[in-house]
């Protein structure tokens, strides 16, 4: 069990950056100024709505930048064993759109609970979505691993994976946290 020991709105940037998402026509600039909650709130229901697109590519953005500027209320992390599809290398997959969807679940589900502790869980609840939407667009889209969560939320099981997921490496990052408070400073 590996960790990606990256920041996730660098991750996303470079990501739509990168996909010809952003700037693609998009009337609505990126936050370059403190995002507010009232921005998070619309930026919420307007990617609920339109998750793919410029608006729910907006929306994102909004999300990362609110979780930027915001760590103490906002803790994503792209645990590898709940995001395998984005390290799959699959040429062509829609993987800003199913980052964005991590993000956007995991954001809305500790925003609504209140408290600022990864949830994989919500996040690959928002991945399955996504993906389905993708897939009416483009029947020919089939990442497996997305497929394999999808079928472990209809037998019941993804909630446990996800939670189990999240408790290991919440365990793993307070044990180097202490190690790392035990080690003498030179």
């Known amino acids: 069990m590996r960790g990606l020991s ?5 991750v996303l940037t470079v990501t739509l950056a990168g996909s010809g998402l952003r700037g693609a026509g998009n009337e609505e600039e990126p936050p370059s100024s ?5 921005q998070v709130a619309v930026a919420l229901a307007t990617y609920e709505k339109e998750p793919l697109g410029e608006k729910g590519t907006w929306a994102v953005e909004v999300i990362t930048a609110y979780a930027e500027q915001h760590p103490e209320k906002i803790k994503v992390y792209f645990y590898e064993d709940a995001v395998p ?3 799959s290398d699959l040429a062509g997959s829609p993987t800003p759109e199913l980052m ?13 609970l209140g408290q600022p502790v990864n949830n994989s869980y ?27 969560f999808r079928d472990m939320e209809k037998g019941g099981a ?5 939670d189990d997921v999240d ?3 919440r365990a793993r990052e307070e044990q180097n946290r202490m190690e790392g408070e035990a080690l003498p400073s030179a």
Do not use: C, D
């Not at 993804?158 to 996800?162: N, R, S, T």
């Open 158 to 162: 993804l909630k446990k994976f996800m």
């Open 34 to 38: 403190p995002v507010t909650e009232a």
């Open 85 to 87: 599809w984005m390290i």
């Open 100 to 112: 964005g969807a991590f993000v956007m679940g995991n954001v809305k589900a500790q925003l609504r």
């Open 6 to 10: 990256i920041h996730f709105a660098a």
């Open 122 to 148: 919500a996040g690959t609840l928002e991945v399955i979505r996504v993906y389905e939407l993708l897939q009416k667009k483009e029947p020919a889209v089939k990442i497996p691993e997305v497929e394999r």
């Open 167 to 169: 408790a290991r490496y």
